[in-house]
């Protein structure tokens, strides 16, 4: 398994043991020089999105992944976790339904894990 891989599973692993939903996985490497990838995914509320930045960052922190930033924590609506090669994006349902990344990263291959 690669890096990549390995940080994608790891953040994906992470949310799904928070309950996050719809966590999809879009690769961006051909489009963007930004990232490899994006990984996005919904909480119902306020604490859940939250629980779910904080599964990630512990998780790919205990596997020597360093984030280099974070925006978006205290508000809850939509939380950024940059991690060099993968963004993660935790957003709660109405966020992600106006801001539409999927649609915005069209051109990006949806994976599956």
């Avoid at 939509?78 to 935790?90: E, K, P």
């Avoid at 339904?97 to 990263?105: A, P």
Wanted: proline share 1%; aromatic share 8%.
């Amino acid at each position: 398994m690669s890096i990549i891989e390995t940080m994608i599973k790891t953040s994906v692993d992470a949310l799904e043991d928070k309950k996050g939903e719809d966590v999809k996985i879009i690769d961006i490497s051909e489009v963007s020089p930004i990232a490899d990838c994006f990984i996005l995914a919904s909480g119902s509320n306020r604490s859940q999105v939250q629980a779910m930045a904080d599964a990630v960052a512990e998780k790919m922190h205990k596997e020597g992944f360093a984030m280099k930033q974070i925006e978006g924590y205290d508000g809850a609506n939509w939380i950024l976790m940059d991690f060099v090669d993968i963004v993660v994006h935790i957003f709660d349902r109405e966020s992600r339904n106006f801001y539409d990344l999927e649609r915005i990263w069209k051109d990006g291959k949806v994976i599956e894990l």
